[in-house]
């Protein structure tokens, strides 16, 4: 498991997001608050003992958001995307603000399940044609990306 720390101001981390190295399934929300228990368990508490810090102990309430599971970074690219194209008919820009999106979540290796993205499209308010069109064309890219990094370094 990968456990990802990010800040939150100046005096506080969060576990932003937890990931499986071994497979590229979500965690169930009880896999997840295991995770958490060990992680705090193991590092947190002795990172902890004589310090005047406190740990605020959480437990995910819900199954994982897309924020959750993607970067800041992989997320404002999105909602910049979402924010500004024409959701009845793609622009040249648009579909580069969109490749964009999609190589980031490729060198960052996120993992996005289409019923989370789908979800997310759907808050946007995009058409469910275009959703069914940006959730395909986002595996296809991320396919085409892998393939590529194979080949690279068969090289």
């Given at each position: 498991m990968a456990?990802?720390?990010?800040?939150?101001g100046a005096s506080e981390l969060y576990v932003s997001?937890?990931?499986?190295?071994?497979s590229r399934k979500f965690l169930s929300l009880e896999q997840y608050?295991?995770?958490l228990d060990d992680f705090e368990r193991t590092f947190i508490e002795?990172?902890?003992s004589g310090l005047k810090g406190h740990v605020f102990n959480y437990q995910a309430a819900t199954e994982p958001t897309l924020e959750d599971v993607l970067s800041a970074d992989s997320m404002r690219r999105l909602k910049s995307f979402s924010a500004t194209a024409n959701?009845?008919?793609?622009?040249?820009?648009?579909v580069h603000r969109w490749n964009a999106f999609v190589a980031r979540t490729h060198l960052e290796d996120a993992v996005i399940e289409p019923t989370l993205f789908s979800d997310w499209?759907?808050?946007?308010v995009w058409p469910d044609d275009q959703r069914a069109r940006l959730i395909?064309?986002?595996?296809?890219?991320?396919?085409?990306?892998?393939?590529y990094d194979e080949e690279r370094v068969d090289r």
């Open positions: 456990v990802w720390l990010e800040t939150r997001t937890i990931i499986s190295l071994e608050n295991q995770v002795p990172l902890m959701k009845a008919k793609l622009h040249p820009l648009d499209l759907q808050g946007e395909a064309d986002y595996q296809l890219g991320r396919s085409l990306l892998s393939v």
